[in-house]
């Protein structure tokens, strides 16, 4: 039996994730879609997934339809974290502890970005 530290959810959102390098330069973007999410981690699916291990950043859009304390109807979020498996278009990714969450009205430059 599996056992989860928090609770996981089936939520399918767009993300850009970035690899960072060990210098912390950023290498570039690719566009994701999570396929499970809770508040430790989320699995996200590409045609090709990042190496294991991996430092990243991301960037996930989050409908707000049910949370009505933030202002528009959606909101940015950032994260950082690494990859933790990888299997076939798809890796599960630990987030670090600390994040950022914004109204995405605040934030109009970002758009999901083409794999390249």
Not at 2 to 24: D, H, P, Y
Not at 37 to 51: D, H, M, R, V, W
Not at 59 to 80: F, H, T, Y
């Amino acid at each position: 039996m599996e056992k989860r530290k928090s609770a996981r959810f089936s939520l399918n959102l767009s993300a850009r994730v970035t690899l960072i390098q060990e210098t912390g330069d950023q290498e570039a973007s690719h566009a994701f879609q999570t396929r499970n999410i809770s508040s430790t981690g989320g699995y996200f699916q590409n045609e090709k997934a990042l190496p294991l291990s991996s430092l990243v950043e991301i960037d996930l859009v989050l409908p707000l339809d049910q949370l009505k304390e933030l202002s528009g109807n959606r909101a940015w979020i950032k994260l950082s974290g690494q990859v933790v498996r990888v299997e076939g278009n798809g890796m599960g990714v630990s987030f670090d502890e600390e994040y950022e969450i914004v109204p995405l009205d605040l934030r109009p430059d970002w758009t999901i970005v083409p794999d390249g």
